[in-house]
């Protein structure tokens, strides 16, 4: 009886009855079509799911995009508000190249004139294109000008080196004078005579010094000759053909001789000291000075040797954890998606290192045409012909397009910008970072320009006009 009551009320259920007796207690069923309306929502159900779904990932990947691209922000090779709608936005006449363009904010300088005759440096926004202001160079000198590497300063070092009248065309090795202008107005805020001085850099609104006298002194100053520490360097003279520099970079001094290099803090602290072996004769030549980068952790070194450049890099502590051959290749846009990886340019190929392990995670043959990008965990360059993206982890091929004589422009963080000179009209290409898919290509305008990108804008340069396209 039990059994047949069991199989009755599956049976009811089933058929939607109203009513059960079980063991004389009276049971409500469902409502007859309950069921079936349950059956047909559920499609709806699992559309609203996947949409849920959907929502959630387009988010989660608009969130990492935003961030990849808060981390590229203020890197050189990285470039905003690329579109299949790119176009010029503004042009600017009487602009001679880009070769020596630094950019404070949102005022660029380059050289002002014409390709067959510089003048000078303009000074350029790069909101508008409206020229600033200008610096006339003065018969027989010629004024370089950089960016201070200063968060609190906008301004730019500009050096003044003068050269003789009669039979000399080229400068010396020092400047004559430092000047510090500032980025908005070019006007000349302080001023140095450096003739003297070994090497002189912009050090926030003061100067990084190097003086000789019985040895070489590093010295931090104001313009006004106020000495703020000093630091000894060599205990002599530099030899005839001896060279010592001094920049700043990270917000350290970074000197260079031939016998040692060394980088100072702002406060005067030595963080890392190294001396060199003695110069090899025939090998290094005379003059050379090795070089010194400060990294986001630690300092690279490259010296000369008798098979070609050996690159060393220190971690902050001084400790040696990379020897090889070569020298740093620069990257103009990392999003840090694999850290502790270094690019090294090795004869004919490129090396990715892992400063981690002290090994080679990725070797790359041929010379790189263009820039070097580290994006989404790949290496991306053009080498053999050809746009590539490499795992840096396996070193496999995520992708690769075909590219003859291209090179990268750029990046936004989604897609790779590169120029495409093939046919008779050059076109820059857009290439989706993740799934190397050609996204769209635009012709480049005026024809024969040539691309690049300055201050996080797209900027194209042929004869004298400047045009930035957005």
């Known amino acids: 009886m039990t059994g047949q009551q069991g199989h009755k009320l599956e049976i009811e259920l089933v058929e939607g009855a109203e009513e059960l007796e079980l063991g004389g207690t009276a049971t409500r069923e469902p409502r007859r079509g309950a069921w079936r309306r349950v059956a047909r929502a559920w499609p709806l159900a699992l559309v609203a799911l996947l949409a849920l779904a959907f929502f959630v990932q387009e988010q989660s990947s608009r969130a990492a995009l935003a961030e990849r691209r808060a981390t590229l922000a203020g890197q050189w090779g990285y470039v905003a508000e690329l579109g299949p709608g790119l176009r010029p936005v503004w042009t600017s006449e009487g602009i001679a190249d880009l070769y020596t363009a630094t950019v404070v904010g949102t005022t660029t300088l380059v050289r002002g004139g014409s390709s067959v005759s510089d003048t000078g440096h303009v000074a350029v926004d790069l909101r508008s294109g409206a020229q600033r202001w200008s610096v006339l160079e003065e018969e027989y000198t010629r004024e370089f000008c950089t960016a201070v590497p200063s968060e609190s300063t906008a301004a730019f070092e500009c050096r003044v080196y003068r050269y003789g009248r009669v039979g000399v065309t080229g400068f010396g090795e020092s400047a004559e004078v430092i000047e510090l202008r500032d980025a908005e107005t070019g006007e000349v805020v302080a001023s140095r005579e450096a003739g003297e001085l070994v090497d002189v850099a912009a050090w926030d609104e003061e100067l990084a010094v190097l003086d000789a006298g019985d040895g070489v002194e590093l010295r931090r100053e104001t313009y006004d000759g106020q000495v703020r520490w000093t630091v000894p360097v060599l205990d002599r003279a530099p030899a005839d053909e001896e060279l010592a520099r001094v920049s700043v970079e990270r917000d350290l001094a970074l000197v260079t001789s031939a016998a040692r290099v060394l980088a100072v803090g702002p406060t005067g602290a030595v963080v890392f000291d190294r001396a060199l072996p003695a110069p090899v004769t025939g090998v290094t030549p005379p003059g050379s000075t090795p070089t010194l980068t400060a990294l986001a952790s630690g300092f ?148 024969g320009a040539w691309p690049q990108v300055i201050g996080g804008t797209l900027l194209l340069h042929a004869d004298s006009t400047l045009v930035r396209w957005s």
Not at 315 to 331: C, F, M, N, S, Y
Not at 345 to 362: K, M, N, P, Q, Y
Not at 418 to 436: K, M, N
């Open 300 to 447: 690279a070194v490259t010296v000369a040797a008798p098979d070609g450049p050996l690159l060393q890099v220190f971690d902050a502590r001084g400790r040696l954890e990379i020897e090889t051959g070569g020298r740093l290749h620069p990257v103009a846009a990392d999003d840090g998606s694999v850290s502790g990886v270094l690019v090294v340019a090795s004869g004919a190929r490129l090396e990715v290192w892992d400063r981690e392990t002290g090994r080679i995670e990725l070797v790359a043959d041929g010379g790189a045409s263009g820039e070097v990008l580290l994006l989404d965990g790949a290496l991306i360059v053009v080498q053999g012909g050809e746009l590539v993206a490499r795992d840096l982890k396996s070193g496999t091929v995520r992708w690769a397009i075909e590219l003859p004589r291209g090179r990268i422009v750029g990046t936004d963080g989604s897609l790779v910008l590169a120029l495409d000179p093939r046919g008779a009209d050059r076109t820059l290409l857009a290439v989706g970072i993740g799934s190397g898919r050609e996204e769209w290509r635009v012709p480049v305008e005026p024809a």
